[in-house]
């Protein structure tokens, strides 16, 4: 998630409660938590970038797919996309993923000195 995270001096604080209080409570530009659609022994954080009956560009950067491929998110699944997006996998290679993968939102950052 660079260059949002860093990759050593910061922890971030997790809610992991709304989750299971309201499982569609997701926003676009969220930042969360899941298990890796690729490796579910994983766990990856995104960023929301798009909610169910959306209509989203499969990859804009026309890296992975034609920049004019669009896809309609199903219900019960989210569009996530990485910060750093020349390095990121996210949707962009696996498509949307289910809002059951969501183990929590990431609400604050804090950097250690």
Not at 2 to 9: A, D, E, F, I, R
Not at 21 to 26: M, S, V
Not at 45 to 68: E, F
Request: with cysteine; aromatic share 6%; charged share 20%.
């Amino acid at each position: 998630m660079l260059p949002t995270l860093g990759t050593q001096g910061e922890l971030v604080l997790e809610d992991k409660l709304s989750i299971h209080l309201d499982p569609t409570a997701f926003n676009r530009g969220d930042l969360v938590v899941l298990k890796s659609p690729i490796d579910p022994s994983r766990l990856i954080c995104k960023r929301v970038l798009g909610l169910p009956g959306d209509t989203v560009c499969v990859d804009p950067t026309g890296q992975y797919a034609d920049s004019r491929e669009h896809v309609l998110i199903p219900k019960g699944h989210l569009w996530i996309g990485g910060d750093n997006t020349e390095y990121s996998r996210d949707s962009r290679m696996y498509g949307p993923v289910s809002m059951g993968l969501v183990q929590s939102f990431l609400f604050a950052r804090v950097c250690i000195p």
